[in-house]
């Protein structure tokens, strides 16, 4: 309930000032909290001091508004960055054909973290292709939506496993594919 009155009073203040709300994140520690808000900027970087004047805005509206009053709280105005993390079911939909990470509420055979290949994502369901225990083959996870409690890119795998295929091509072409 808080962290949806925080996103109703961050969010218009993102979007006037040009940028993307891409969803906020509250940890309750013992007696200070750090709020995280996601921000994008639609065709490119943010930057440093664009997260500083946002983080001023937010902070001063937060304040009037007496939204985490019972204790000191941190905020942090960041990108979402390559593995970025994902609020809403449109912004998984909008993954397909990605790695994703996931966090379920109740396990699936007794696992609630899931990584795989999104197949295929609506309202309602989404499909994954993880890897099997030996690693050898994959099968076709359906999870349905409202058992997500966590979402997120895993971009930065896709980028290191690229370069790491490139790096091992080449190590093959010069005979030396056993020193990896």
């Known amino acids: 309930m808080k962290l949806q009155k925080i996103n109703e009073l961050v969010q ?107 197949l295929k994502a609506d309202e309602n369901q989404l499909t994954l292709q993880i890897e099997k225990d030996d690693k050898t083959k994959t099968e076709e996870l359906v999870i349905d939506a409202d058992a997500v409690i966590k979402a997120k890119l895993c971009e930065s795998e896709n980028i290191l496993n690229k370069s790491l295929s490139k790096s091992l091509r080449k190590d093959r072409k010069r005979g030396n594919a056993n020193e990896l």
Do not use: W
Not at 36 to 41: A, G, M, N, P, W
Not at 68 to 92: H, K, M, N, W
């Open 12 to 118: 218009p203040i993102i979007e006037s000032e040009g940028f993307e709300f891409v969803g906020a994140e509250l940890n309750q520690g013992g007696y200070r909290h750090r709020l995280i808000v996601y921000v994008d900027k639609p065709g490119m970087p943010i930057n440093l001091d664009e997260c500083a004047t946002l983080s001023r805005r937010m902070s001063a509206v937060l304040d009037v508004e007496g939204v985490l009053t019972e204790s000191a709280y941190v905020l942090e105005v960041s990108s979402p960055g390559i593995d970025r993390p994902l609020f809403t079911q449109a912004q998984i939909m909008a993954q397909v054909g990605k790695r994703v990470a996931l966090q379920l509420k109740n396990p699936i055979e007794g696992r609630k973290n899931f990584k795989g290949l999104l």
